[in-house]
């Protein structure tokens, strides 16, 4: 992979962890404190409903720092051996706590009684927003997971290689 490539992807993951910090300390707190101020018996899921957010989000920095370790390793040509897969886990292990996560947010939308400020369309549209997240971060981990098998070949194969030259 080009070294160019390899920078400029480096300065994607750099901007959106970043970002991700933002919107951890300003956009989440401030959201929910004028979602709270704008109606009141919201103020209970205030904390538990944001600490989510906020653990969803460092899910994505984790995940987004094994693809770092990951460039680093395709960069120095070592990507096709056993430290790779401490990577490839991680951003397993990420996605999938960030789906349970999800999954948890879309159980309890589906069963609590939280009251709406009109039709209760808000509720509705953060649950089916919650149940997409569930659909979109199972998928990603069974990609992953399918992505993981081929770098374990790979590796299998390279390492046959090795011991036949």
């Known amino acids: 992979m080009p070294r160019l490539l390899i920078g400029l992807l480096r300065v994607g993951i750099v901007g959106l962890v970043s970002l991700g910090f933002f919107g951890q300390v300003v956009v989440i707190p401030t959201t929910v404190a004028d979602e709270v101020e704008r109606f009141a018996p919201y103020a209970p899921y205030a904390v538990p409903y944001s600490t ?7 899910c994505v920095q984790v995940g987004l720092v094994a693809v770092w370790m990951l460039l680093s390793m395709v960069r120095s040509e070592a990507i096709f ?5 401490r990577w490839v ?6 996605a999938a706590v ?24 808000e509720v509705l549209g953060a649950l089916g927003a ?7 971060g199972a998928g990603f981990v069974l990609l992953v997971l399918v992505m993981r098998g081929l770098l374990r070949k790979a590796t299998d194969l390279q390492t046959e290689m090795a011991r036949v030259i």
């Open 89 to 94: 886990d991680t951003v397993i292990g990420a």
């Open 130 to 136: 919650a149940i997409a997240g569930v659909g979109v």
């Open 81 to 85: 051996t056993p430290r790779a897969f």
């Open 98 to 121: 960030a789906t349970l996560l999800a999954l948890g947010v879309a159980g309890h939308l589906a069963v609590a009684e939280i009251p709406s400020p009109d039709d209760g369309m």
């Open 52 to 58: 989510v957010a906020i653990l969803g989000v460092a």
